[in-house]
């Protein structure tokens, strides 16, 4: 089945190649709203619907249009991509030794209709020396992911143990995207 994929995440576009999915990335140049840790779940789902839409306008919706926007939350505060290997450092400090959650806006449109959800997985950090964070800084794989570290890659050493889904951390839940694609009967 052929999706057009509103985004040029590399770990999206492999998770769902991996599922069987041939993909025409189509990157949304949508402006990504912020806001509080208690609106986490809104902001996802509307960034999401957002990069959707702006696909949509732009090249309709008779093949499903795939948007999504992936955040970390800790501490009542989002934590998106680091903007240096400063603030990369500062993030893992707050990681080690504790629980975030990861979340992830998923919507979906086909033939003019729009669904859409947050997945949801608890990732729990062991306890990280300040050698092990500035080693893995050094290598440049947190610089441009969500918490400042990639599951599937090298900061995979981080984690402890996970509560939900592993394809959640990396920036897309395939189960959610199936049952999405499901609601929309998409053959």
Known sequence: MKLVLASQSPRRQ????????????????FSE?????????????????????EIVLQAGDTIPVVGADTVVVIDGRIIG???????AV????????????VLTGIAISYQGKM?????????YFKKLSQKEIADYVA??????????????????????HIDGNFDNVMGLDIDTVQRLLK????E
């Open 14 to 29: 492999e998770l769902l190649q991996k599922a069987g999915y041939e993909l025409d990335i189509r990157p949304a140049n």
């Open 33 to 53: 709203k912020s806001g509080s840790a208690k609106e986490a779940a809104e902001i996802v789902l509307l960034n999401a619907k957002g990069k959707c839409q």
């Open 81 to 87: 991509k680091p903007r240096s290997a400063e603030d």
């Open 90 to 101: 500062a993030t893992l400090n707050v990681l080690s030794n504790r629980k975030h959650q």
């Open 115 to 123: 669904v859409a959800e947050v997945a949801t997985t608890d990732v």
């Open 139 to 160: 290598t440049g794989e947190p610089l441009d992911k969500a918490g400042s570290y990639g599951i599937q890659g090298k900061g995979g050493f981080m984690v402890d």
């Open 183 to 186: 609601k929309l009967q998409v």
